[in-house]
Every structure is written in structure tokens, then in C-alpha cells.
């Protein structure tokens, strides 16, 4: 089972969607993307934390019309103490000007 967050904010930059081959981290995942030096809080819950991780980034995006983003998360099993980030993606135009 594969858990899904999404959200919307308005903002311009440009990113690429990345997915997880098993043999790599979030970080790898997410290092096309500005994150800000964002790292979770022990203080929050998973749910807490993923939802700021899709809050920065949402900001990713470059479609004027309105930004978004996904983040496709395995969740925590009884062998693993941590969820693993499988792919993240913000919208993207389908076709660029000439």
C-alpha cells in the first residue's frame, strides 16, 4: 500500500519529477528541488512532516496557473522504523514556448 500527498500554492520554479530506485534516499529524491535545508521534526508526526516536505514542494512548481505537487510515500512497516519516499513531482507545463 502507497500513501499519496498532494497540495496547491502559487509559485514559479521550475522542477522535474524523480522517482526512488530502492537504492537510493529522500535526499536523492528531492535534490532537484528546493527544499531549503528542510529536514523532519522529531516533533511531528510523519503525516505532519510529509505535509510540510509537499508544502516546499508545491513552491517547485512553474505553471503560473496554479502550483502543485505529489509525493509518493511507502509507508512504515514492522521491520522499518522510517516511511521511504518513492517519487516526488510538482505540474509542469506540456509544451514550451518557442
Same mark, same amino acid.
Given at each position: #500500500?502507497?500513501?499519496?500527498?498532494?497540495?496547491?500554492?502559487?509559485?514559479?520554479?521550475?522542477?522535474? +519529477?524523480?522517482?526512488?530506485?530502492?537504492?537510493?534516499?529522500?535526499?536523492?529524491?528531492?535534490?532537484? %528541488? #528546493?527544499?531549503? &535545508?528542510?529536514? +523532519?521534526?522529531?516533533?511531528?508526526?510523519? &503525516? #505532519?512532516? %510529509?505535509?510540510?516536505?509537499?508544502?516546499?514542494?508545491?513552491?517547485?512548481?512553474?505553471?503560473? $496557473?496554479?502550483?502543485?505537487?505529489?509525493?509518493?510515500?511507502?509507508? $512504515?512497516?514492522?521491520?522499518?522504523?522510517?516511511?521511504?519516499?518513492?517519487?516526488?513531482?510538482?505540474? $509542469?507545463?506540456?509544451?514550451?514556448?518557442?
Amino acid at each position: #500500500e502507497k500513501t499519496t500527498t498532494s497540495s496547491s500554492s502559487s509559485s514559479n520554479t521550475p522542477s522535474a +519529477p524523480t522517482t526512488n530506485n530502492n537504492n537510493t534516499n529522500d535526499d536523492d529524491i528531492l535534490k532537484g %528541488y #528546493e527544499m531549503h &535545508d528542510w529536514k +523532519p521534526s522529531p516533533h511531528l508526526t510523519p &503525516d #505532519e512532516n %510529509y505535509m510540510d516536505m509537499i508544502m516546499l514542494l508545491t513552491r517547485n512548481s512553474k505553471c503560473r $496557473q496554479g502550483s502543485m505537487a505529489c509525493v509518493l510515500v511507502h509507508p $512504515q512497516s514492522s521491520s522499518s522504523s522510517s516511511s521511504v519516499v518513492i517519487a516526488a513531482s510538482t505540474n $509542469q507545463s506540456l509544451f514550451t514556448p518557442n
